[in-house]
């Protein structure tokens, strides 16, 4: 019994020596800031504590503003910037307007960190790491995180827009987005996981309720029982904006309830719920409903990899003084 028992915790261990196993990836360093800024991981930590507290859908808004940051152009700090007369950001591309926040907890961390050591830590990182740290309070695993990354000079509103996976597009489209960030089908199994955690607005399954692919009917595949339950939440005439949680079974728990609501047809987003009708998808939901640690594990893979897409380090980019603007004198 007692190997049993041990038998979950060496699995995360390998995990994660297999991970952390290259010391260095291009100029990023796991000890980049031990000199320059040792209080930083206390400030993270303390302020996405905070942040939490006082509001629990912060771990899924953070976790969503660093995947829309890294997949647009690589993670670079872009999705923070607010828009300017040189370029329109991403803050109001369709993807990120009404449902992107978290803005101010990140804020909080800059100004915090730049009192302690200034012009030293970049918004990008920062932004990395509270990713993390939020997944690690809400239950989820831990990833060591590469740092030294750079901010970027500009955002996109328009690469926003199109690069940017939508839940109403089918899951060979989303695949695409993926591949052309490096990453496979796996990352996007894996990272849809993310949906165990935080809400969804009513726009964006509505469709699934009462008109389904211009039918008439509600979606088929979706649970009749759920479908009942979403219905009255969101009416055919009421209110797009009103928002229900994307995991009903562990709203604020960062567990593998995700993939088993799947596997029952309660999978609350359209491209949630297409993960069952391909064959090489819906084997790797069948597994991580019936194997946490194995989510765990590749989830934790698969943020390493989203958060060294096309990093900026060395004379690339800048140390941003604030979040929300380019310095215009480096």
């Given at each position: 019994?007692?190997?049993r028992?041990?038998?979950p915790c060496?699995t995360?261990?390998?995990?994660m020596?297999?991970?952390?196993?290259?010391?260095?990836?291009?100029?990023?360093?796991?000890?980049?800031?031990?000199?320059?800024?040792p209080?930083?991981?206390?400030?993270?930590?303390?302020?996405?504590?905070?942040?939490l507290?006082?509001d629990s859908?912060?771990?899924?808004?953070?976790l969503?503003?660093?995947?829309?940051?890294?997949?647009?152009n690589g993670?670079d700090g872009s999705?923070?910037l607010?828009?300017?007369?040189?370029?329109?950001?991403e803050k109001?591309?369709a993807?990120?307007?009404?449902?992107?926040?978290?803005?101010?907890?990140?804020?909080?961390?800059k100004a915090?960190?730049?009192r302690?050591?200034?012009?030293?830590v970049?918004?990008v990182d920062?932004?990395?790491?509270a990713?993390?740290?939020?997944?690690?309070?809400s239950g989820?695993?831990?990833?060591p995180v590469?740092l030294?990354?750079?901010?970027?000079?500009?955002?996109?509103?328009?690469?926003?827009n199109?690069?940017l996976?939508s839940?109403?597009?089918?899951?060979?489209?989303?695949?695409a987005?993926?591949t052309d960030?490096?990453?496979?089908?796996?990352?996007v199994v894996?990272?849809s996981?993310?949906?165990t955690i935080?809400?969804?607005?009513c726009f964006?399954?509505?469709?699934?309720?009462f008109?389904y692919?211009d039918?008439?009917?509600?979606?088929p595949?979706l649970?009749?029982?759920?479908?009942?339950?979403l219905?009255?939440t969101?009416p055919?005439?009421g209110p797009?904006?009103?928002?229900?949680?994307?995991?009903?079974q562990?709203v604020?728990?960062?567990?593998n309830?995700y993939?088993r609501?799947?596997?029952?047809n309660t999978?609350?987003?359209?491209?949630?719920?297409?993960?069952m009708?391909?064959s090489?998808?819906?084997?790797?939901?069948k597994?991580?409903?019936?194997y946490?640690?194995l989510?765990?594990?590749?989830?934790?893979?698969?943020m390493?990899?989203?958060g060294?897409?096309g990093?900026?380090?060395?004379?690339?980019?800048q140390?941003?003084?604030?979040c929300?603007?380019?310095?215009?004198?480096?």
């Amino acid at each position: 019994m007692a190997s049993r028992s041990l038998l979950p915790c060496l699995t995360v261990l390998f995990c994660m020596i297999s991970i952390m196993a290259p010391l260095t990836f291009g100029q990023l360093d796991y000890s980049y800031y031990d000199r320059a800024c040792p209080v930083l991981p206390r400030i993270i930590r303390w302020n996405v504590w905070s942040a939490l507290r006082n509001d629990s859908r912060i771990a899924a808004s953070l976790l969503r503003l660093h995947f829309h940051d890294c997949f647009v152009n690589g993670c670079d700090g872009s999705v923070l910037l607010d828009d300017t007369n040189d370029f329109k950001g991403e803050k109001n591309a369709a993807p990120n307007r009404n449902s992107v926040r978290g803005f101010e907890t990140i804020d909080n961390i800059k100004a915090d960190l730049e009192r302690a050591c200034p012009f030293t830590v970049s918004c990008v990182d920062i932004l990395t790491l509270a990713a993390r740290e939020v997944v690690v309070m809400s239950g989820g695993p831990f990833w060591p995180v590469l740092l030294g990354r750079r901010d970027g000079l500009t955002a996109s509103e328009k690469a926003a827009n199109e690069q940017l996976p939508s839940p109403f597009e089918p899951l060979d489209k989303i695949a695409a987005k993926f591949t052309d960030k490096g990453l496979n089908l796996r990352d996007v199994v894996v990272l849809s996981g993310a949906h165990t955690i935080g809400f969804a607005q009513c726009f964006t399954f509505k469709r699934r309720l009462f008109n389904y692919q211009d039918s008439g009917k509600p979606d088929p595949l979706l649970d009749y029982s759920m479908l009942l339950n979403l219905q009255s939440t969101c009416p055919e005439e009421g209110p797009n904006s009103k928002i229900t949680p994307l995991d009903n079974q562990s709203v604020t728990r960062f567990d593998n309830a995700y993939y088993r609501n799947l596997m029952n047809n309660t999978g609350l987003l359209e491209s949630d719920q297409a993960l069952m009708s391909n064959s090489e998808t819906a084997d790797m939901v069948k597994a991580y409903s019936l194997y946490p640690y194995l989510f765990y594990q590749d989830f934790a893979a698969s943020m390493v990899k989203l958060g060294n897409i096309g990093v900026l380090t060395g004379e690339s980019g800048q140390i941003r003084k604030v979040c929300g603007s380019v310095n215009y004198y480096y």
